[in-house]
């Protein structure tokens, strides 16, 4: 059996299993014991967007937080002098994350 699980939380796709294996012994007459997943040979189907994001998750596991040669270099041109602001840029960018909010 093969479950497509997107867009389900883990509680909801627990709940959807209990009452299948409630109706399942029901419908049967007996009340034997279900049987585990495994020994049914329960698979889940990710979709390719789980799949899209579970490798953005690995990815951003293995990134640091802070680009520390791209802060250093800015270090050094701001002690230097070197470091120019771009108003209309700064402006621009602060005008499209309004527009976000």
């Known amino acids: ?32 014991p279900t049987q585990s997943p495994s020994s049914k040979g329960d698979t889940v189907k990710l979709s390719g967007a789980a799949q899209a994001l579970q490798n953005v998750e690995k990815q951003l596991a293995n990134t640091p937080d802070v680009d520390s040669d791209r802060v ?24 499209n994350f309004d527009s976000l909010l």
Do not use: F, H, W
């Not at 093969?2 to 012994?25: K, P």
């Open 1 to 32: 059996m093969i479950n497509d699980i997107t867009g389900l939380t883990s509680s909801q796709t627990a709940g959807t299993r209990a009452r299948t294996g409630e109706n399942d012994a029901a419908k049967s007459g007996s009340a034997t």
């Open 72 to 95: 250093e270099q800015l270090k050094r041109d701001i002690e230097s002098g070197n470091y120019q602001i771009n108003a209309e840029r700064v402006a621009e960018k602060m005008l």
